[in-house]
């Protein structure tokens, strides 16, 4: 038993040393989540890791006493049970008095980052996004400017059943598409979300935002990238929506705010002769009917 | 250790045999092997269809299935496991043991305990040929969220009668458990007598009586909503897709703890028996069981964080699951305090309880950072959850019904299983399960979204170990039917009391137990030897 | 175990377990039969005909096997404990009833409350309002911004609570005093007057379900009232419908308890059946209560 179980912990940390040390070779072994690049999403970091620590602490506790009692309690070396011991009014108080201030401390700072996430006052710019099966509309509301957003021809060739494309000559895989949306970094971004036809959620790790697009509403969430961090970021729809759920990513290319201006201003240039396409108000009007 | 009352009679009719044996029987320990047989059944069933999931996920690129195929899998997998392997499997063991632990002659309503197996096994013959039907299985997810599952094909209207009549078998099933436990009890058995599992369970059979009706209004719903205009779940005609969440949480939240709270019972039987201890704290323990079912109403949206809810309901929903690992702390720490000064031998069921103590814990914690909400922004509906929730079902849920049924096999066989056998089982097990989703919490935390059939490149490292891990985990579990096989076959004779630390009633009556058992309420003293906890 | 014809509830006999029985497996290939009529005629495969030996062999599995129980019990074989057993079991189903009517009437909370204020951009909400659902205010009744009604002008009426719902409530109040007074006709042992009561109480219930039925027919012609009129339209129609059905069935329960108790079933002690089906009545009573309130009158 007692070769079992050390050879049970020794799995463990070998395991363990093993992904760190492919983690180290090549990046893919990735183990976390990325902090992100906006306040919120390295705050919602940090809880994360709080909760992570906590649990392990409490973890290295728990298991601890158990691992313990099978060393130290086993019949084979002569242990005798103290049948006398059948509770304890003191030890049942306290067990359950420190999980609720550790509860207490853990629920204080969740609190508070959800209370400034849902605070959607103040945003520069507005966009309203609908998911399609399976694609995503970004309509500029104030600059008139309509985006759709299809899954890039490389990634869709690849991912027919038995392609015999090999996924990791496309560049990045099933996470690429035809048209990204364009933000500006250092800006309050408001995003209105629906959906024409299923419920589809929108998400993006790195900006931290994940929110339901529901036929017949609208939900709003912000997001305000760092001036500095200008760069692309991808996501991927994160709620069923049929066949090709998978094949739905979402691309954000964050802009210095001049640069962001330039390109509405060609967008919407390149928008007026031609008519606007279909994603607009009165498109939508007619959803929530299901078939 | 055999008790003169529990002296088998069994010969005052002549009952039907071969397969009419089986559809008429009205004995409790007959409908609890069925129960049992029919949860093996679905669950390799389940199994299969989650190893084709894990081989389309083994590597990028779309090898094996189309994805709406997918879909189904995963779909099917998830209701055939609960539905159809769980909490089956509970009923079985209440069915075979509750009656044993606390003296009664049979279930309190034979009859239709025996109506409440039979269904089941049309409801998923129902769900089952949906696979053969225009459209396909279906393919909306085990939540069946609308719109989505109205696109469904002609399976749809299929698995909602399913379901339907899978609520019809759970009602009927946990009114006998509750009538059972509430008015069957020996004289002298007294409600803070009654063994853990007996206690889990009575707490699980309100739960169930409380929700199973509520998912049938829910599905009841989405037909109507399909077939005939009504518009509960569209927004054009003043309804809300996000109600049907609401309410299908209503039920889905307290149905997690359907699954679980019997397993507590089991994992509180075990480890006293093999600590050679009585269980520590044995009230606490069920007010914790009561605490948790009670709180299990009212923390149901923690799993729509998404959907747009006001903050107010975010912040309470959020609180509400926090406060639930209070009460499942207590029960852990009361089962380490069992464990501590006891004299602990390691047979298989002890070390599946074991491995219950330190996995499903893991999948606790992860369940609580699930609770916090800022933080779900970035979890939900990836791979973390699966992780989670397999934590707590597979090496949680499964794996109390493995130590439950290594326990009392004995006791049902009237043979010792292959003790060798149950060690490779368990070793197996406990470590390909860590291979197969311990990688899960790491895909999901890099960004891989749960319910997808094909995923970037980033994610095929971890996916092909998860992979493995499942092939290896799958292959293992064809060792225990084996097992449960040559313990039928024969063995070494069990004992009455069949493992040296045991308590409760069930191991004074002969092993195998007779096929009527406590026709004579045991007496006070084999009472009060029995409920030493 | 007692074999002797006569009712004889002596409660020294053990708890009646019976040997094997074939109805559930009959009731089982019953269900399963009839849901795949309803499949084969929702999926326009062959029609729905096989709903009908369905329900033939779900009424022949109801008759067979209450018909079983009751003999047993009218040959004692029924001791207090299992007498007890029902009792319990009876109430526990009927808790599951009112959880299954919960959900309803929490769809109709809901939409009242949260889902069809929001659509109108109430609060957070703003955003549906502009870009939505410009034309729709929210209020209730409401059929949706939508405007679902059978009527060219999207509009639908109401049945005012004070009209036929009030008189059907008084129709169900009244049944549920009936009821009573049988109850206590049959503790009391006065036979005659628990028969004609009890006739009284299912004939109030046909009556009302016949109320309802006329009710259901001026929603569908003159009021642009029906299932699919929006989200009122729904909760109203499974609301009152799911009542109906459970009306129904608690009145023809009711009819044969009365046909049993013509022929001189249940004594003055014990009387399980009866009363299981008179707490099956007050239930249905108290959900119409409910209906009223918050369906037709606030
Ligand atoms: C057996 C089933 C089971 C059990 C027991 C649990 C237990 C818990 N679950 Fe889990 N859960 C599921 C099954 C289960 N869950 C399933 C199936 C889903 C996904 C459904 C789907 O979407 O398909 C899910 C999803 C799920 C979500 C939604 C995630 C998402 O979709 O975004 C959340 C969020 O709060 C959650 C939370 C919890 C919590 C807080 C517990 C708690 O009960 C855990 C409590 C236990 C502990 C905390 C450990 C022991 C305690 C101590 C040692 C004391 C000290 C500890 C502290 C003070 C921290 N679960
Ligand atoms: C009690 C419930 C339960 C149990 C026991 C399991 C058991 C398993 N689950 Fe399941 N699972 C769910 C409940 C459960 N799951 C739920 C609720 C979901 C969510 C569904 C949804 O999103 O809607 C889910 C989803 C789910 C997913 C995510 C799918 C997706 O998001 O697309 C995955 C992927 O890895 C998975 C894998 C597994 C595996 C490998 C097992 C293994 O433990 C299974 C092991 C058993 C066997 C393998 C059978 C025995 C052996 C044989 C049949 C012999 C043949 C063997 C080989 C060929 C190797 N499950
Ligand atoms: Cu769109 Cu998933
Ligand atoms: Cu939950």
């Known amino acids: 038993m007692m070769t079992k179980n050390s ?35 390295r705050r919602i970091y940090s809880l994360h890791m709080l909760m992570l620590w906590i649990c392990v602490a409490i973890g290295v506790f728990v298991f601890g006493w158990i691992i313990y009692s099978i060393l130290s309690f086993r019949k084979s070396q002569g242990a005798v049970p103290d049948t006398r011991m059948v509770h304890n009014t ?37 966009i309203r996004v609908t998911g399609y099966q399976w694609k995503w509309g970004y309509d500029y509301v104030d600059a008139g400017v309509n985006v759709l957003s299809t899954l890039d021809h490389a990634s869709n060739e690849a991912r027919q059943l038995n392609s015999s494309i090999d996924p990791a000559s496309v560049p990045d895989y099933l996470l690429n598409v035809d048209h990204p949306l364009v933000v500006p970094a250092g800006t309050k971004v408001r995003l209105l979300l629906t959906a024409q036809d299923v419920i589809h959620a929108w998400w993006v790790p790195a900006l931290a935002v994940k929110k339901d697009a529901i036929p017949g509403f609208i939900n709003e969430v912000w997001f305000k990238v760092d001036e500095d961090k200008t760069g692309t970021y991808r996501g991927q729809c994160a709620e069923l929506c049929g066949r090709d759920h998978g094949f739905m990513p979402i691309v954000v290319e964050v802009r210095s705010k001049a640069e962001f201006a330039a390109w509405l201003e060609q967008q919407k240039a390149a928008a007026q002769p031609a008519a606007a396409p279909a994603v607009t108000a009165d498109a939508t009007a007619t959803t929530g009917q299901t078939g | 250790m055999a008790h003169e009352h529990a002296a088998a009679h069994d010969d005052h009719h002549q009952a039907p045999t071969g397969l009419m044996r089986w559809i008429k029987t009205t004995n409790h320990k007959d409908i609890g092997t069925l129960y049992l047989i029919f949860s093996a059944v679905m669950f390799f069933v389940g199994g299969a269809m989650a190893m084709v999931i894990r081989a ?6 779309m090898q094996f299935v189309d994805p709406s195929f997918f879909n189904s899998m995963t779909t099917v997998h998830a209701l055939a496991m609960i539905f159809g392997a769980v909490m089956p499997a509970w009923v079985g063991l209440a069915n075979w043991m509750i009656p044993l632990q606390i003296g009664a002659p049979d279930m309190a309503l034979p009859r239709m305990n025996n109506f409440s197996f039979w269904i089941l096994p049309f409801a998923f013959t129902l769900l089952l040929i949906g696979f053969f039907v225009p459209g396909g299985a279906p393919a909306g997810g085990w939540t069946l969220y609308p719109p989505l599952v109205l696109q469904g094909g002609d399976s749809l209207p299929m698995a909602i009668f399913a379901v339907h009549l899978m609520g019809a078998s759970s009602i009927m099933g946990v009114i006998n458990v509750i009538v059972t436990i509430m008015n069957m009890r020996a004289p002298g058995m007294t409600l803070l007598r009654m063994p853990l599992f007996v206690w889990t369970w009575l707490i699980t059979a309100y739960l169930l009586i409380a929700v199973m009706p509520v998912l049938a209004g829910a599905v009841t719903m989405l037909l109507t909503d399909h077939f005939f205009g009504t518009s509960f779940f569209s927004a054009a005609g003043g309804g809300d897709p996000v109600m049907f969440q609401h309410i299908f949480w209503f039920f889905g939240h307290p149905e997690v703890y359907i699954l679980i709270l019997p397993a507590f019972g089991i994992v509180s039987e075990i480890i006293p028996t093999f600590s050679r201890k009585p269980l520590f704290g044995y009230e606490a323990m069920v007010y914790a069981s009561a605490s948790i079912a009670f709180l299990s109403f009212i923390v149901w949206a923690h799993h729509m964080f998404t959907v747009g809810m006001p903050l107010a309901g975010q912040m309470f929903f959020m609180l509400s699951t926090m406060l639930i690992a209070i009460p499942t702390g207590v029960k852990v720490f009361n089962w380490c305090a069992t464990l501590w000064r006891g004299s602990l031998t390691f047979e298989t069921p002890m070390l599946f309880a074991l491995a219950f103590l330190f996995l499903f814990t893991c999948g606790g914690f992860s369940g609580l950072m699930l609770a916090i909400v800022p933080a779900d922004f970035q979890y939900h509906d990836t791979y973390f959850v699966v992780a989670h929730f397999h934590y707590v079902l597979v090496p949680g849920a499964v794996f109390a019904i493995m130590a439950g049924v290594y326990y009392w096999m004995p006791k049902w066989t009237g043979h010792m299983y292959d003790e060798k056998l149950g060690k490779w089982h368990f070793w197996l097990s406990a470590i390909f399960v860590n291979v197969l989703f311990f990688p899960q919490h790491f895909l999901g935390l890099a960004g891989m979204p749960r319910r997808i059939p094909d995923y970037s490149t980033q994610f095929a490292d971890w996916n092909m170990v998860s992979s493995l891990g499942a092939f290896g985990f799958g292959l293992s579990q064809l060792l225990f039917p084996y097992i449960i096989w040559k313990c039928v076959k024969g063995g070494a004779p069990a004992p009455a009391r069949a493992w040296e630390g045991a308590h409760g009633l069930e191991w004074e009556v002969p092993s195998p137990a007779p096929h009527h058992t406590w026709d004579e309420a045991p007496s006070m003293a084999v009472i009060a030897r029995g409920a030493e906890h | 175990m007692a074999t002797s014809h006569a009712p004889s509830h002596a409660d020294n006999g053990k708890y009646y377990v019976p040997h094997d029985t074939q109805w559930p497996i009959i009731g089982s290939v019953a269900l399963f039969t009839l849901m795949l009529g309803v499949v084969s005629y929702l999926n326009e495969w062959a029609g729905g005909w096989a709903f009908i030996p369905g329900a033939a062999i779900l009424a022949f599995m109801f008759f067979g096997w209450f018909g079983t ?16 057993s029902f009792r319990m079991g009876m109430i526990w189903f009927i808790f599951s009833e009112i959880m299954f009517f919960a959900a309803f009437f929490g769809a109709l909370f809901y939409a009242r409350t949260l889902s069809v204020p929001w659509i109108g951009g109430e609060g957070v909400k703003v955003f549906n309002k502009i870009f939505l659902w410009p034309e729709f205010n929210a209020g209730w009744p409401s059929n949706g911004p939508a405007q679902l009604s059978p009527r060219e002008n999207g ?25 009573t007074i049988a109850h206590h006709a049959l503790k009391a042992g006065n036979r005659a007057m628990l028969n004609v009561f009890l006739a009284a109480t299912f004939l109030l219930g046909f009556l009302f379900v016949g109320l309802q039925a006329t009710e259901y027919m001026e929603a569908y012609q003159h009021y642009g009232l029906q299932l699919g009129t929006g989200i009122y339209g729904s909760t109203f129609f499974m609301l009152t419908g799911f009542h109906g059905l459970h009306v129904t069935i608690g009145a023809i329960m009711l009819t044969v308890i009365w046909l049993r108790t013509m022929k001189g079933h249940f004594t003055p002690t014990r009387h399980f059946g009866f009363e299981a089906v008179a707490w099956y009545w007050h239930f249905v009573d108290v959900v119409w209560l409910g209906l009223f309130v918050f369906v037709y009158w606030i």
Not at chain 1, 29 to 37: F, K, R
Not at chain 3, 69 to 84: H, K, S, T
């Open chain 2, 56 to 61: 389309e996920l083994f590597k990028p690129g």
């Open chain 3, 69 to 84: 129980v009751i003999d047993e019990n009218e040959r004692g074989m029924y001791n207090l404990a299992v007498d007890r």
């Open chain 1, 7 to 41: 050879a049970k912990v020794a799995s463990y940390l070998s395991a363990g040393a093993l992904a760190l040390a492919a983690s180290a070779a090549h990046a893919e072994w990735a183990l976390n989540m990325t902090q992100g690049v906006t306040d919120i999403s």
């Open chain 1, 90 to 126: 003191k030890a049942e108080v306290i067990w359950t008095v420190i999980p609720v201030l550790i509860l207490i401390a853990c629920a204080v700072p969740a609190a508070r980052t959800l209370i400034e996430t849902e605070n959607a006052t103040n945003t520069e710019l507005t």
């Open chain 3, 155 to 179: 509009s639908f009426e109401v049945i005012p609570a004070f009209g036929l719902p009030a008189i059907n409530t008084l129709i169900l109040l009244t049944s549920g005093v009936t009821i």
